[in-house]
């Protein structure tokens, strides 16, 4: 029997921590790596023509900020900064493709932002086309955007699908008034609906719906409803993150009125209250905040155990390298991690001087992969056998990790892992603490304690 969850318990392991989206996280990375490391390591791609690619796009471009955003977003007046921007992104493509060549096979393709759809049709339509001419779709390739809804409509969501997306992601984080207020973003339910439906009507599959908890004015009542009206609405899959509050990062987030905030173990109950919700509502909770279908792919993966974790978030279809483009965009080429400039003047110079601009990478030890593959199997299948590493390192990974095991007797005496001949298994409690597991494999966390740029575990 699981011991309960108190406040205390939650305020011990409410610590700020990495998402690990990669391993060693971005913190960790060099400043001194640039364009003649990210050659390199194309070079090595282009000995490799049969792998398969990730592409990551990233579109910066917003119609109003978000207060509480925490993304690499940008409000822009000038009419042609898209089309500049998408110039950039094919002379981007361009010096990438004459190392690699043309017509390398990539299986998963996602626009992220800032706001994707922001682009009209025929920008969508060149940026699109840019990729189906330096690159080759995998048949069933994943090929995905993310879409705010206030600034969409059911006829683009069938333009979207018509041009070859298939996985469409909507930002609704949360239905009540009071709430869209305190972060300055008011969205009408009619349109979020409609939008929705319209993304049903286009046929496409694995609609997904971004949530965020911990929100100035949410209460549990106000939360209630949102996922309510979610539930009622039957995405496939459902992102409940926590609202990371990293104002020393995102000065907009000075705007957040934090006294309105639950924090602590009333924030806690929020994300408990979504998990009791969607598992009554047939969901699998994935990882340590998504929510999908049982007959979703994500939900699909887990059962297999093929659940992946890589920049994107939680993947079904992992590609061993990601290319990524456009500013602040972070690519995974062969043992190197690689990030491109996040300030747009600065990125734009760069590739407008033939140069990638690339401002920090990281080239992976054999440590740093066998911690990566530990970290990942704790984020995405709860678990981390000992036999795991054998064909890759050699030995078992209780042997391996003898030294980060010695941190684990209190998480055990507390009930978040239990551990036999096996492996390591995170318990129904420790689900919610998964990060703080993964974070005893992290030989690089606590080196940078002046700069607390993650977000705390609830
Ligand atoms: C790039 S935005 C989504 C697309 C579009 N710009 C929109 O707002 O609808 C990606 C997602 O990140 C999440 N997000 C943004 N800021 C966050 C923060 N500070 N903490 C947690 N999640 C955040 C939101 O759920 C948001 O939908
Ligand atoms: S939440 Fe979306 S729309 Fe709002 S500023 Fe961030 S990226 Fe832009």
Not at 18 to 31: E, G, I, L, M, N
Request: charged share 25%.
């Amino acid at each position: 029997m699981d011991l309960p969850i108190t406040p205390e318990f939650v305020e011990k392991y409410n610590q700020p921590g990495p998402r690990y989206t990669s391993y060693p996280t971005v913190p960790a990375w060099k400043q001194d790596f640039g364009h003649d490391e990210y050659m390199l390591a194309l070079q090595e791609l282009s000995q490799k023509p049969e792998d398969e690619l990730a592409i990551y796009l990233h579109l910066p471009f917003c119609a109003k900020h978000c207060h509480y955003c925490g993304c690499n977003a940008l409000v822009t007046r000038e009419t042609n900064a898209v089309d500049q921007y998408l110039d950039l992104v094919e002379r981007e493509i361009k010096m990438v493709t004459d190392v690699i060549g043309t017509g390398r096979l990539v299986s998963q393709l996602h626009w992220g932002g800032g706001t994707p759809n922001f682009l009209d049709e025929a920008q969508t339509e060149r940026a699109l086309n840019l990729f189906h001419t330096a690159f080759r779709m995998t048949d069933g390739a994943e090929i995905s955007i993310e879409v705010d809804p206030r600034i969409s409509s059911p006829e683009e969501a069938k333009f979207l699908k018509d041009i070859g997306f298939n996985r469409i992601s909507l930002g609704v984080q949360d239905f009540e008034e009071t709430v869209q207020i305190a972060i300055g973003r008011r969205q009408s339910h009619d349109r979020t609906i409609r939008v929705y439906d319209g993304c049903r009507a286009a046929g496409f599959e694995g609609v997904n719906v971004d949530l965020v908890y911990g929100l100035p004015g949410q209460t549990r009542d106000s939360f209630t409803a949102t996922l309510e009206e979610v539930i009622g609405l039957e995405p496939d899959r459902v992102a409940c993150f926590s609202y990371a509050h990293v104002p020393w990062v995102r000065p907009e987030q000075n705007k957040v009125d934090t006294t309105i905030m639950l924090a602590g173990y009333e924030k806690f109950q929020l994300f408990q209250l979504t998990v009791d919700l969607f598992g009554e509502a047939g969901y699998d909770w994935i990882g340590i905040d998504h929510f999908a279908k049982k007959d979703d792919e994500l939900s699909v993966a887990l059962k297999n155990r093929a659940l992946h974790r890589n920049f994107m978030g939680y993947a079904t279809k992992p590609a061993p390298h990601m290319l990524a483009f456009g500013m602040s965009g972070i690519g995974d080429v062969g043992d190197r991690f690689v990030q491109n400039d996040p300030d747009l003047a600065q990125w734009s110079a760069t590739v407008d001087s033939g140069r990638f601009p690339i401002i920090k990478g990281h080239r992976l030890s054999d440590d740093d992969r066998l911690r990566r593959l530990a970290i990942i199997n704790i984020m995405c299948n709860l678990e981390l056998p000992w036999k795991l590493t054998v064909p890759e390192f050699g030995a078992p990974a209780n042997e391996l990790f003898a030294e980060s095991l010695k941190a684990l007797p209190p998480l055990l005496a507390d009930g978040l892992v239990e551990m036999d001949e096996a492996g390591l298994r995170i318990t129904s409690k420790g689900r919610y603490f998964v990060r703080n597991v993964a974070m005893i494999f992290d030989t690089y966390l606590g080196k940078d304690k002046d700069r607390p740029i993650f977000s705390k575990t609830i």
